[in-house]
């Protein structure tokens, strides 16, 4: 059994507002595993949950959004269930104690699979996230929802030492923006200035805001890591500076 909420806050941390649509469910020795990369490949991710509802399994995901609309009716904790066909699952069963719905699996042929993400093993720039932070960082996102730009900076503040700045907006002197400043839990080692999508980053705030605790990890190479835990759920997700960015 699984609470509705619960199933529906793990596709949330995969689906991002519909940027990934298919995905692989593995459930191994209990465990799920969900190994995605968005439908235009420019976010990769994986979410593990440490007891899945489902057996031990291969389940091919094609269209979350489907699955979403048949969740939406149910209530309560829900039974997961699965058919095979031919020793291939076939049709993912959830059940509350008024319905029963049924969701077609996909051919895993269909599932995009992931290439090897080669990110750094160590970071420049850390910065430790909680709920005020995730908050505040959608906040100012919400403000300039028409614009993708978003540059993160470590300055010199004459007051707080080195803090991390988050600007929203493009560079024009004309244009609207906003400026967000975080100058604790963060260890700099060296100093960057690189443009991210604040769509993408917004849309993994947003899946992750129930966390319990966060991490940005930043590379002057241009990469950034986004990792949160919430109960026994851990979400990573990968993403690489934005190349036509109006602060480049």
Known sequence: MINKQRLQSIITKYHLNGLTQSAKWVTENGKLSICFVSDNKDLAGDVEVNSSPVEDSELSIFDTAQLNKLISVTNGDLLLTLE?????????????????????????????????????????VI?????????????????????????????????RGKVVEYSFGDVSNYSNKIRYTIDEGIEIKQDIKLPFNSDLFKDILNSNKDLESGKISISEEGFMKLEFTTEDINSVYYMVRKEDSTYV
Not at 127 to 154: P, W, Y
């Open 127 to 159: 910065i430790d996230l909680n709920s005020e932070i995730v908050d505040n960082l959608i906040k100012a996102k919400n403000a300039l929802s028409g614009i993708s730009d978003m540059m993160i900076t470590t300055i010199e503040d004459e007051d």
């Open 84 to 124: 095979k066909n031919h020793k291939v699952y076939s049709k993912l069963y959830i059940e509350d104690s008024s319905f029963n719905v049924a969701y077609n699996l996909a051919d895993s042929l269909l599932i995009p699979k992931r290439g090897t993400i080669n990110f750094p093993e160590v970071y420049d």
